[in-house]
């Protein structure tokens, strides 16, 4: 946000598509700005995402909101693809905003013409990803663990150092901000004086893939921060063959 525009973005993650909605509004009372929309380019060549395209905002008078949108497709872009083929991307984009600026009167009259193209350099943003997941609710985390692995779900473990974290309680709610899922039987509360913890979460993988997610934790002996061992489990669909694994992603 800016003196003059103040623009934000939400992310919309679906299954072959990324949609990006920026928020726009105009502070400056003496214009009116056209055909509004925002130019976004990631900062690797390689990324997986390609723009398919823009919806501009026709009109954004001053102190009005509005949106214009810029979709994303994954590289394949063949129809069968997903979010997660592609490695399910979490890349840095630039962004400029762009628009054509019409001078308004003391009595809010519009200048004839079609105003003068201009454009402002917004900062760089990026896809996470918690974006790609949405938590969701387990009564019995044991119970659906032993559900999906009985049905063949894949799994993986990987063991981390924390040593910038400075407690479990700052443990769990990093952990749980980056994966983007929902503790379950309230295991994001760590007792006091705790060195060790157990964190469950829970939520669905874009595609509704159901996933799982224990986190054992302790504090780290020297004191320098925590280490943990995560274990994932999850089911995809055996004939999505792009798709990588979502255990993989995260670890």
């Not at 990631?42 to 214009?68: F, Q």
Request: net charge negative.
């Amino acid at each position: 946000i800016n003196a003059e525009y103040g623009v934000t973005v939400v992310r919309h993650v679906f299954a072959a598509h990324v949609l990006l909605q920026f928020n726009c509004t105009n502070t400056l009372a003496d214009q009116l700005l056209r055909d509004v929309s925002v130019a976004v380019e990631p900062t690797d060549e390689s990324c997986a995402l390609r723009v398919e395209r823009v919806v501009p905002a026709p009109a954004l008078p001053y102190a009005a909101d509005g949106a214009t949108y810029v979709l994303l497709s994954t590289a394949a872009g063949d129809g069968h693809g997903d979010a997660a083929a592609g490695v399910a991307p979490t890349p840095t984009f630039s962004a400029t905003l762009r628009f054509s600026v019409c001078d308004v009167d003391a009595h809010g009259d519009v200048a004839d013409g079609d105003g003068v193209e201009d454009e402002y350099e917004l900062e760089e943003f990026a896809l996470a990803t918690a974006d790609y997941v949405r938590g969701s609710f387990v009564a019995d985390f044991a119970d659906e663990w032993d559900a999906l692995a009985a049905a063949g779900a894949a799994e993986a473990v990987e063991t981390y150092a924390l040593p910038a974290v400075g407690s479990l309680a700052d443990a769990v709610q990093s952990v749980s901000r980056y994966l983007g899922l929902q503790a379950a039987e309230q295991s994001d509360v760590v007792a006091d004086g705790a060195k060790k913890h157990i964190l469950y979460l829970a939520g669905r993988f874009v595609g509704d893939v159901p996933v799982l997610v224990r986190v054992r934790m302790r504090l780290a002996k020297d004191g320098g921060g925590v280490n943990m061992e995560l274990s994932l489990i999850h089911i995809s669909e055996p004939t999505r063959h792009a798709q990588i694994s979502y255990a993989v992603f995260c670890l």
